[in-house]
């Protein structure tokens, strides 16, 4: 494989992971907004947020799975869509329980299925075992360099916008990821091609 499409895969898997972690990590500073303008409080904000990490988490092995069955592009596109939705659903939740709907499981999903596990494998059946390595450093590099991102970006969204203009705003900034979906070369190049000396 060309030093160049080593590059294209490396760099469109670091687009998508850098926008699903950023989004994901920078849900915190949603907390005190949503309180002071829904009253729900913050155990049940909170509590909602704490669902998620978990069905984030959980999320993975099966969108993994998934992913070696039919491929990690619908995985993706799968994933990035549904992460969207629950952001762009979360302003019309007013009760605890449509939280952990929106963001404990909608959005985590979404999330999950657009993280890690479905990323790294992509990335390496698409690279020279040369390149592996480094390109999974580069990629986990990514969620953290997504948070450094978003955060201050929605920040200043919530103070111009509100948090229900931040978070529509958000749902549309996730869709942006479908972009490096197309430059990420998915469709094609099986593990045992993957493992053919260039």
């Known amino acids: 494989m060309r030093r160049p499409e080593v ?3 490396t760099l469109a898997a670091v687009g998508i992971l850098m926008i699903t972690m950023g989004a994901r990590q920078s849900l915190g500073l949603f907390i005190g907004p949503i309180d002071a303008t829904t009253g729900l409080g913050l155990a049940a904000i909170s509590l909602a947020l704490a669902i998620g990490q978990f ?3 959980a999320i ?3 969108a993994g799975a998934l992913a070696d069955r ?3 592009g619908p995985v993706l596109i799968g994933g990035i869509a549904v992460m969207a939705l629950g952001s762009a659903i979360t302003p019309f939740m007013g009760s605890g329980f449509g939280l952990v709907v929106s963001l404990g499981l909608v959005s985590a999903i979404g999330s999950g299925a657009g993280s890690f596990s479905v990323l790294m494998g992509a990335a390496a059946a698409r690279l020279p075992a040369s390149a592996r390595g480094a390109a999974s450093g ?4 990514g969620g953290s360099f997504g948070q450094f991102v978003f955060a201050p970006i929605l ?3 919530i ?3 509100g948090w229900m203009g931040a978070m529509w705003s ?3 900034m996730t869709l942006a990821a479908l972009a490096a979906i197309l430059n990420l070369p998915i469709r094609e190049a099986p593990m045992a091609a993957a493992r053919t000396p260039s």
């Open 138 to 141: 580069v990629i986990n590099a």
């Open 7 to 9: 590059l294209a895969t």
């Open 170 to 172: 958000l749902a549309v």
């Open 55 to 57: 069905t984030w988490g």
């Open 159 to 161: 103070q111009r916008l």
């Open 70 to 72: 039919y491929g990690p």
């Open 155 to 157: 920040q200043q969204l």
């Open 60 to 62: 993975q092995p099966i």
